[in-house]
């Protein structure tokens, strides 16, 4: 329980600092405009689009294609024996 405490005090802290230095309003300006963040150096419409259109074709592929390929890169391994093997309780 403490951990998760922990955790999402982290997170929440995280979220106040980027939003008080406006990250959400850089993130969109640098996908949409091509806007690199802190400067004045501007990235040209077509690099904007290609990255983006691969950022997504990777997204798209890992979800849905890359489960069907796993299987046959990396067949589940069965096991001979699947009985359960009891072990004596040692009573101190």
Same mark, same amino acid.
């Given at each position: 329980? @403490? @951990? ?5 005090? %982290?997170?929440?802290?995280?979220? %106040? ?6 990250? #959400?309003? =850089? %993130?969109?300006?640098?996908?949409? !405009?091509?806007?690199? *963040?802190?400067?004045?150096? %501007?990235? #040209?419409?077509?690099?904007?689009? !290609?990255?983006? !259109? &691969? !950022? ?5 592929? /890992?979800? &849905?294609? =890359? *489960?069907?390929? /796993?299987? +046959?890169? +990396? ?8 009985? @359960? @093997? ?7």
């Amino acid at each position: 329980m @403490k @951990k998760a405490i922990t955790i999402i005090c %982290l997170i929440g802290a995280l979220l %106040l600092i980027l939003d008080s230095v406006h990250a #959400s309003h =850089w %993130l969109v300006l640098f996908f949409l !405009a091509g806007v690199i *963040p802190g400067t004045n150096i %501007l990235i #040209s419409a077509t690099d904007t689009l !290609a990255a983006n !259109a &691969t !950022a997504i074709t990777i997204v798209i592929l /890992r979800i &849905t294609v =890359w *489960p069907t390929i /796993r299987t +046959f890169f +990396f067949p589940q391994a069965t096991t001979a024996d699947t009985t @359960k @093997k009891h072990t004596p309780h040692r009573v101190i």
